[in-house]
């Protein structure tokens, strides 16, 4: 039934916003940049000895800022790469990548279109829930004495199965720009996104979460 909607052409396949955790390139990314600060860290610290040594005050400053660098690197990046990775990993074990597709994926105000979800799960389990959401994400930033990102979610529609059974899930459901809502919107400091959010829970196992961007026109359904 997944080759199936992915062989259609009556839909539109939806890209998913990260990614993950399907995408090894981007797990493996951070993993090596934490790498590289955990080689840093040291290195910067056997400098410093060393410029201490000889008296070399630049060399002092440089490596103790090299020191630094590396092991904010090293802490900050390994502390999300090394969770998610094992996060990454046992979703990947219970389930397989879905498939998400839309009747249309460039949308005016007012106007309605059908989602459809189709996911093979790989392990036996109950699935508790499969929901799947439209909803408006807005980002800002702030350019000050530090810059700030501010992001905002609401969900406009929602629908939710509890009644599905593996191996195979799958799902159909109808949504509707809202008449008052805001298009679509991507400039340097401000975004307007829409998204397809679908989300699976199991009753006991990881679970799958991702978003699905979509268009919405500056325009409305006469």
Do not use: C
Not at 22 to 39: P, Y
Not at 90 to 107: G, H, I, N, W
């Amino acid at each position: 039934m997944q080759v199936g909607l992915a062989a259609r052409e009556d839909v539109i396949k939806l890209n998913p916003v990260s990614g993950e955790p399907f995408s090894a390139a981007k797990a493996l990314g951070r993993l090596l940049v934490g790498v590289v600060g955990a080689f840093l860290a040291p290195l910067g610290i056997w400098m410093l000895s060393d410029s201490l040594n000889r008296g070399d005050w630049f060399g002092v400053a440089f490596s103790a800022v090299l020191a630094f660098y590396g092991l904010f690197l090293a802490v900050s990046v390994l502390a999300v790469a090394i969770p998610s990775a094992i996060h990454g990993a046992a979703t990947r074990r219970a389930f397989a990548e879905p498939v998400v597709a839309a009747s249309q994926d460039k949308l005016r105000v007012g106007e309605e279109f059908e989602v459809t979800y189709q996911q093979r799960l790989r392990r036996e389990g109950v699935v508790r829930s499969v929901a799947v959401r439209l909803s408006l994400r807005e980002t800002a930033v702030y350019n000050g004495y530090n810059v700030e990102v501010h992001t905002h979610r609401e969900t406009a529609q929602e629908f939710e199965w509890r009644t599905l059974q593996g191996p195979i899930l799958s799902g159909q459901a109808t949504f509707r720009i809202p008449d008052d809502a805001m298009h679509s919107f991507r400039g340097k400091k401000n975004r307007l996104e829409w998204l397809v959010l679908v989300q699976v829970d199991l009753a006991s196992g990881p679970r799958f979460k991702e978003e699905y961007e979509i268009t919405v026109l500056p325009e409305r359904v006469p």
